[in-house]
C-alpha cells in the first residue's frame, strides 16, 4: 500500500514569488492535514481538509490555503513568499474513523527555501 | 503556550539499554498520544499511539505509558539499537480532530 505521496520534494523560490505544493494521501484516506517544521517553531499544525472541506486551521497567515479535491488529493499554496517561509512542509493523512485514535500517517515533506 | 513538551533536547543510551523519552502535556481534552520517529529532511514515522482510556500500549520493543492525572508520558524503548538513533516527537490530538500538537522532539543517540 504506497504511503502519502508529497511533490516536489525540493525547490527554490525567490522572496514574493507564490508556490504549490501536491499532496497524494494514502489509498482510502479521506483526511488530509498540513504541517510546516522550521528550526525554530517545530511541527506545527496548518489545515486540514476533509471531504474538500476544511475543518480545522492553524495560527498562519492567509497567504498559506489550501484546497482538497474530490479524489482527496490536496494542494496547499504560499503567496507572496517571506524569507521565513523556507521550511520542510509536511502532509499527513489518516482514514478517519469519527472517533477518537486516529493515526495520522506522514509523507516524506517538501523542502522548501526562499531566497 | 506549549501544550506539549518534551523538556530533554537530547539523550544519549548505550545499545542494549533502556532509552526513556519523556513527553507533558497541559491540554486535559487530548485524548489520543501518538510518538514518531523522524529522521532530518523526512517525513515522521508512527511508532506507536495510546488513547487516554489505556495507560499502556505494547508493539515489539517500543512502549508507551500514559500517567493522565499527571499528564505525563512516556516512550520505552527496549533494547535500544544503533538505527534508533534519530529524533523522537510526542504528539497529542484532541476529540478526533485531526490535528496533532507536537513537542518539540527529543534527539535520541545509542552509542555502540
Known amino acids: 500500500k504506497a504511503g502519502v505521496t508529497q511533490t516536489p520534494r525540493y525547490l527554490i523560490k525567490t522572496r514574493g514569488q507564490q508556490v504549490t505544493l501536491s499532496c497524494s494521501p494514502i489509498s482510502g484516506h479521506r483526511s488530509v492535514s498540513w504541517y510546516q517544521q522550521t528550526p525554530g517553531q517545530g511541527l506545527q499544525f496548518l489545515f486540514e481538509?476533509?471531504?474538500?472541506?476544511?475543518?480545522n486551521k492553524g495560527n498562519f497567515p492567509g497567504r498559506f490555503s489550501g484546497r482538497q479535491f474530490s479524489n482527496s488529493r490536496s494542494e496547499m499554496n504560499v503567496s507572496t513568499l517571506e524569507l521565513g517561509d523556507s521550511a520542510l512542509y509536511l502532509c499527513?493523512?489518516?482514514?478517519?474513523?469519527?472517533?477518537?485514535?486516529?493515526?495520522?500517517?506522514f509523507g516524506e515533506g517538501s523542502w522548501l527555501t526562499v531566497v | 503556550d506549549q501544550q506539549v513538551k518534551q523538556n530533554s533536547p537530547s539523550l544519549s543510551v548505550q545499545e542494549g539499554r533502556i532509552s526513556i523519552l519523556n513527553c507533558d502535556y497541559t491540554n486535559s481534552m487530548f485524548d489520543y498520544f501518538l510518538w514518531y520517529k523522524k529522521y532530518p529532511a523526512e517525513g515522521p514515522t508512527f511508532l506507536i499511539s495510546?488513547?487516554?482510556?489505556?495507560d499502556k500500549n505494547e508493539d515489539g520493543r517500543f512502549t508507551v505509558f500514559l500517567n493522565k492525572s499527571a499528564k505525563h508520558l512516556s516512550l520505552h524503548i527496549v533494547p535500544s539499537q544503533p538505527g534508533d538513533s534519530a529524533v523522537y516527537f510526542c504528539?497529542?490530538?484532541?476529540?478526533?480532530?485531526?490535528?496533532?500538537?507536537f513537542g518539540q522532539g527529543t534527539r535520541l543517540t545509542i552509542n555502540p
Open positions: 481538509y476533509f471531504s474538500e472541506t476544511q475543518r
Open positions: 495510546i488513547s487516554s482510556i489505556k
Open positions: 499527513a493523512s489518516s482514514l478517519p474513523t469519527g472517533g477518537s485514535g486516529n493515526t495520522i500517517y
Open positions: 504528539a497529542a490530538s484532541a476529540q478526533g480532530a485531526q490535528k496533532l500538537v
